[in-house]
Each structure stands twice: as C-alpha cells, then as structure tokens.
C-alpha cells in the first residue's frame, strides 16, 4: 500500500503541475480569494487520494480514478483559470496522456529490467521532472497559442487526440500495464505521443508564421514613421539652405537699417533672423548629415523637456546605409530612451548619452539613460503590455538582423543600455 499511495500521489502531483503550466495559472496573480480556493482544492485533492486508496483499494481506486482525480481537478481549474469549460476540458485530457507517460515508460523499464520499488519510484519522479521541462519550454507556447488564438469549437475539434487515447486505454483494461497488454499500451502511447508531437508542431510553425507577419507588418510601419520624419528633417534642411542663399537680401536690408541710423531695428531684427535660423539649422555632430539632423531633432526635444542629451559621433559622410533605417534604429533608440528619461524627477539622472563610431564596415550605436521603476524583459527584449508599445524596440532588433549585426537590450542598477552593431558593407 506505501508503494501504491506513494506512487499515486507522484501521478497526480505531476497532472497538476502540467495542468496549472498549461493552463497558466498563476497563483501570485489570481485574486485573493481563487488563491484561497486554487490551495484549498489542490490540498482537498491530494487528500481525496490517500482516503480513497485506504478505504476502497488500489483495484477500485483505479477503475474509479475518473471521479476522484480528473473530475476534481476539472472543476479546480475551471473554477480558477478563466478560461471557459472547453479549454480546461482539453488540458485535462491531454494532462491525463502526459502524466502517464512517467509510469509507462518505468513498467517498460520494469518488464525489461526489473527494478525495485524505490528504483521505480526515482525512475518515474526522474522522467516527470524532464517531461515537466519540455513541457514548460517546447510545449507550453504552442499551448498558449492554441488556447488564445483557436476558438472554442476548434478546441472542442482538438479534444479527440486526447480523448481517443482514453478510450483506447480504458477499452485495453484500464490505466493500468500488464503482460497482456504491455505492447499494445505502448504502441498506443507512442501513437498518442507523434500525433501530439505533430500538432504541437502545426500550431508552432502557425505561430512563427503569425509572428513573421506582425514583424513585417511592424516594420513597414516604423519605415513608413521613418520616411516621414526623414522628409520632415530634409524639409528643415532645405529651409535652411534657403536662409543661406537669400542672406544677400538680409545684409541689403541691414545696410539700408544703418544706412539710415536706426541701430534698434537692426538688432531686432538679427536676433529674429538668428532665432529663425538656431530653429532650422542641425547642430553639427558629425560628417554624416542623416545622422547630424536626427540628432539635432532629439536634441531640441530633449531641452524641451529639460533633458541632456550627450552625444558623441565619429561617423563618415557616407555610410552605405538606408537613410530610413538608420533613422528607425537612432529615433526607436532615442525616443524610448527619452520616454524613461522624462519619468525622473531627480535632475542629475535625467541625461542620455549617444555614441556612434565606425570600425572597419561595422557601425556601432550605443545608447545609455536611466530609468526608474520594473523593466521587463522577454526573450532578450524590453516588453510592455501596453497596446501599441514595444514596437521600437523589435524593429531596431528586425533592422540589425536584417544588416547581419546584433543589438542588446541590458538593464542594470537603473541603468538601461541598447548596444547596435549593423553592417555597411555593401551585399
């Protein structure tokens, strides 16, 4: 009886581990009172095990094992995750195939090599414990795909893979392996194993694909901001132009002003033409006249918001390298930079600081600024659940990509930095 308690509540342990994974339930997110309930029902499970198997047998516990294991932990997981009937319904089924898959494999080891009760008992705690990892890691955002893209008919569809495994099982004589039936049981096993295997890897090439057309769909926007910003900049350098030719037609004006005495008027008047002109003119920061007006346009808006923006760039006049793109990857760096920078209140932390270089084809972008608060990272990249946000920093990852470079999102003691190595040599 030790042996089978003991084995029957490594089984359901692990069953609910998978299902609390899949189904993503969270208990530092639920609400006070689900937590309670989420606990409550895991421990009342647990216990309708140990009273069940000592009061009706390990023969009778089995064949009733629908009632006090997998209708428990429907209502459980229906009542906590949020997620309708259908959806807890199909990681139930599937929960029942993966759980099982610990036990299986040891009466195979067992049928093969005989092994003691504690060797049994290590083989399959061993196999849960790598099952659990490849669920977490390979599994569990298939899953998550499928849970919040297919909707409740689909899934009802896709219940039939975990279902006829069930029925299969139940209809060979139970859960449970015998002589009889050991190589049946497991070509079932190994069948239910390839045709999940498959569908898991449908819905994760779907959401490749999905995620490759978001990406795209991101980048022609942020290439289209970035054209339109180019222009807006080339404008202003054309204004510019503009001033230096019709200078002539200012110092004629000012020599007629002295010409008659009136010193007033020309003072006023070079200290509009002069505003005018600081307004439109990009302070000079480097050869490279992209970069100089991209920086001069964040570098207003910075002393706007009483912002210091430090820069240093070594750059060439000519980078072999689309105006659009570089101007996506400094403005995606230097708006959100901007966007941490202008939540600090304290003075001394409310500076950025911009590097560019060149060395040999490589050109290096490094941006630095302080933020405050809880930075989230996923996958390498700063996320935000905000709609409409993270978009900047996916796109300067999809640019370097594209150039055969690398960027680094690193956060640390406050300080966030976005390192930016793209290639300009020509393909």
Not at 20 to 44: E, H, M, N, W, Y
Not at 263 to 284: S, W
Not at 349 to 369: A, D, G, T, V
Not at 373 to 400: D, T, W
Request: glycine share 4%.
């Amino acid at each position: 009886m030790p042996f089978t308690l003991i084995l029957s509540l490594l089984v359901i342990i692990n069953a609910l581990v998978i299902m609390t994974i899949l189904l993503d339930v969270r208990p530092t997110q639920l609400s006070a009172k689900r937590r309670i309930c989420f606990f409550v029902g895991l421990f009342a499970i647990l216990l309708i095990q140990i009273f069940a198997l000592f009061l009706i047998g390990p023969k009778t516990y089995a064949k009733l094992y629908l009632f006090f294991a997998q209708l428990p932990a429907l209502i459980l997981f229906w009542a906590v995750s949020k997620q309708g009937f259908i959806k807890p319904v199909f990681v139930v089924l599937t929960t029942i195939f993966l759980s099982s898959l610990g036990t299986t494999i040891s009466k195979i080891l067992n049928h093969i090599l005989y092994l003691p009760p504690a060797m049994k008992l290590i083989t399959i705690l061993t196999i849960d414990v790598i099952l659990l990892f490849f669920i977490w890691r390979y599994m569990k955002p298939s899953f998550d795909y499928l849970l919040n893209v297919f909707g409740t008919r689909d899934i009802l569809g896709f219940c039939a893979v975990p279902l006829l495994y069930n029925f299969m099982i139940l209809a060979t004589g139970g859960y449970g392996i015998s002589e009889q039936n050991m190589t049946f049981k497991t070509l079932i096993c190994l069948s239910t194993l390839a045709a999940f295997f498959l569908l898991m890897n449908v819905f994760r090439r779907a959401k490749e694909m999905e995620e490759l057309q978001s990406e795209k769909n991101m980048m022609t926007v942020q290439l289209f901001t970035a054209k339109q910003k180019m222009e807006e900049l080339y404008h202003t350098a054309e204004q510019a132009a503009i001033y230096r030719h019709d200078i002539r037609h200012h110092l004629s004006l000012i020599g007629n002003l002295a010409e008659n005495g009136e010193l007033d008027k020309i003072k006023a008047y070079l200290f509009h033409t002069e505003q005018e002109i600081k307004a439109i003119t990009p302070v000079h920061f480097c050869e490279n006249e992209t970069v100089n007006m991209i920086v001069s346009y964040f570098s207003e808006k910075a002393k706007k918001e009483n912002i210091t923006l430090s820069v240093k760039a070594v750059l060439p006049k000519n980078l072999n390298f689309s105006d659009t793109e570089l101007c996506s990857v400094l403005s995606n760096g230097l708006e959100n930079a901007l966007c941490a920078v202008s939540e600090i209140t304290d003075t001394s932390l409310r500076k950025i600081f911009l590097n560019c270089s060149m060395e040999r084809n490589l050109l290096l972008i490094e941006i630095e600024n302080a933020y405050i608060g809880e930075l989230r990272m996923q996958n390498g990249i700063p996320f935000s659940k905000e709609e409409g946000h993270g978009y900047g920093c996916r796109s300067v990852l999809s640019i370097a990509q594209k150039r055969k470079g690398f960027c680094t999102f690193k956060a640390d003691d406050g300080i966030f930095t976005l390192r930016v190595v793209l290639s300009t040599k020509k393909e």
